[in-house]
């Protein structure tokens, strides 16, 4: 789902961990004391969520909330820009949740920040996506349960690239040309994000290559990953690329808009998108970026986490059981009826009827076979030593054999800090 719309703020990206924040006090400014459970004694639990785009989202979840009768579960819906900061900092406090929906992160797990759910997850753990299940698990344990997974691919508007005589890419050499077709004057043929940082992942994988290999170490520094970083660069100053947009990838506005041809944004937009352009668009997976590589999605997602830290452990445990594991009739509302997303529950997914035709259909298709999830190693300054690549070789045109040689010595710090 998308959060909201601010064009300084990346949906995926900043929305991640940095960890070794200060505390910065509470936030009992954000959100609202409401969603407590209908008429339930004893327990108070503390949920946080961060500010979702679609409409009806808040209001879904406090329903969620409120017809669990063995909790008084509050909502905190954060509308600031900077939700991880504020949540990281509140999780140093007296104040901190005992529950909140974040992404895996192996900081979260070995700082003993996150509560191990093995136990609830365990029963029905053949119904989850495995990719979900490897994501969230260290040394054997279950830490979070996905609620939602997002697919995020390019979409492109059909009557433009029939205009323009144009096939739908499946490289990125194709899309670099597609890209230069279907500039006008009043239209990108392309837009990625103000920051190019959307794509960062699936350029990886699109070359062939992954963050990390089986055992920890580098695995994303490759002759395919420097040729794609030459591309972008070159694509990055072609003048075919939306740059300073109104809003961020994860928002469709300028696709809506017709301020381009292809957007690179998430499934949560489908219906959106639907509204404004009726059957005038598609969908295609980020292409392969040398002949070695292939097609790549990335998925993102949202889980829900226990605070280890919290008086209620046990008490919040039952709670994300009952409505992340037992509750389907809420865990397909959540996923469909608010933008589309995956559920990760494979039975869900099957069943789930709004996803069953169309490009939503297509969105899932590409999901299975594409599909890459979040590697629960690579953590936040790793992410952010990759972005330095992108912001150093493909805007500042850097080489980018030198651009990587910077990133291999955050990572690998990183790496001996976490792993030895």
């Known amino acids: 789902m998308s959060a909201l719309s601010n064009s300084t703020w990346d949906r995926r990206n900043v929305l991640r961990a940095a960890m070794g924040l200060a505390a910065a006090g509470g936030l009992a400014a954000c959100g609202g004391n ?18 979702y785009g679609e409409q009806g989202t808040e209001q879904a979840i406090k329903r969620y909330a409120k017809a669990y009768d063995k909790a008084n579960v509050t909502t905190q819906w954060i509308t600031s820009a900077d939700f991880e900061s504020k949540l990281f900092a509140t999780l140093l406090t007296d104040k901190a949740p005992d529950l909140f929906e974040f992404h895996p992160q192996i900081q979260l797990v070995r700082s003993g920040q996150v509560a191990d759910v093995t136990d609830i997850v365990e029963p029905v753990k053949s119904d989850f996506n495995p990719a979900d ?6 040394d054997g344990k279950i830490y979070g349960v996905r609620m939602i997974d ?23 050499d194709e899309l670099m040309e597609a890209a230069a077709k279907l500039t006008t004057g009043k239209v990108k043929g392309l837009y990625m994000g103000n920051d190019l940082h959307s794509v960062n992942d699936t350029l990886i994988w699109s070359a062939g290559a992954q963050h990390l ?31 300073g ?24 937009a489908m219906p959106a998108i639907q509204e404004a352009l009726g059957d005038d668009w598609g969908v295609f997976p980020f292409p392969k970026t040398v002949d070695s590589g292939k097609q790549s999605v990335y998925n993102g997602g949202w889980s829900m986490f226990v605070n280890a830290k919290s008086k209620n452990v046990d008490a919040a445990k039952e709670y994300v ?26 039975s869900l997914a099957q069943s789930a009827t709004k996803l069953k035709s169309g490009n939503a259909a ?15 190693g690579w953590t936040q300054a790793m992410r952010t030593a990759f972005e330095d690549v992108f912001a150093n070789s493909v805007r500042k045109n850097m080489d980018p054999e030198a651009a990587l040689d910077k990133c291999d010595t955050v990572v690998n710090r990183e790496l001996k800090k976490l792993f030895g």
């Not at 299940?133 to 260290?138: D, E, G, L």
């Not at 089986?214 to 740059?243: C, P, Q, W």
């Not at 037992?326 to 589309?340: I, L, M, P, R, V």
């Open 213 to 243: 290999d089986a055992k920890n170490e580098i695995a994303y520094h490759t002759d395919g990953v420097i040729e794609g970083l030459k591309k972008m660069r070159k694509l990055f100053t072609s003048g075919d690329l939306l740059l």
């Open 321 to 346: 059981k009952w409505l992340w594991i037992d509750q389907k009739k809420y865990q397909e509302d959540w996923a469909t009826s608010y933008g589309f997303h995956i559920p990760p529950r494979t």
């Open 34 to 51: 409401n969603g407590r459970g209908g008429g339930a004694s004893g327990v108070n639990l503390t949920q946080y969520f961060h500010a």
């Open 133 to 138: 299940i490897t994501s969230h698990t260290v």
């Open 150 to 172: 997002d697919p995020q691919f390019f979409f492109y508007r059909k009557s433009m690239l029939e205009q323009a005589k144009v096939e739908v890419p499946t490289t990125l």
């Open 362 to 376: 297509e969105g899932v298709r590409l999901f299975n076979e594409f599909g890459h999830f979040d590697n629960i």
């Open 245 to 268: 947009a109104p809003t961020e990838s994860w928002d469709p506005s300028s696709f809506t808009q017709g301020l381009c041809a292809i957007q690179f944004c998430g499934m949560w």
